[in-house]
């Protein structure tokens, strides 16, 4: 079964950094556009970060644009988001999904397009 897990969610002051990965089960997630989404409670998920497996396109919202940095690592099967001078209003619970490649060319901040997702991992930023 395909999983992808995410880690590195936890509590951190404002203006401080985080660095969340996110672990595919299987390489062949190297094919697909890797997607970062957050969810507040009682707020839709919203669209944060997308890259190309092969990280030749990234896609930032842009309420983080300039302070969040989606990448990857091929020999780790893993998706990393780093956040510098995270805000109160970047706290909540953050998720990593995957796509067909085709929807980092159009479509990749809709959480629809997205097949497989993970368990989320909960930021909480103190001001």
């Known amino acids: 079964q395909v999983q992808l897990v995410e880690s590195g969610g936890g509590l951190v002051q404002a203006g401080g950094s985080l660095r969340l990965s996110c672990v595919a089960s299987e390489r062949r997630f190297r094919s697909y556009c890797m997607g970062w989404f957050r969810q507040a409670p009682g707020k839709e998920r919203d669209f944060v970060a997308a890259t190309t497996w092969t990280g030749s396109k990234t896609y930032y919202t842009d309420s983080v644009k300039g302070r969040f940095t989606i990448s990857r690592d091929d020999a780790k099967n893993t998706v990393y988001i780093q956040m510098n001078n995270v805000k109160p209003e970047d706290t909540a619970r953050y998720y990593c999904?995957?796509?067909?490649?085709?929807?980092?060319?159009?479509?990749?901040?809709?959480?629809?397009?997205?097949?497989?997702w993970g368990q989320g991992t909960q930021v909480t930023v103190s001001s």
């Open positions: 999904a995957a796509a067909s490649l085709s929807v980092c060319s159009s479509g990749y901040e809709s959480r629809r397009r997205y097949d497989y």
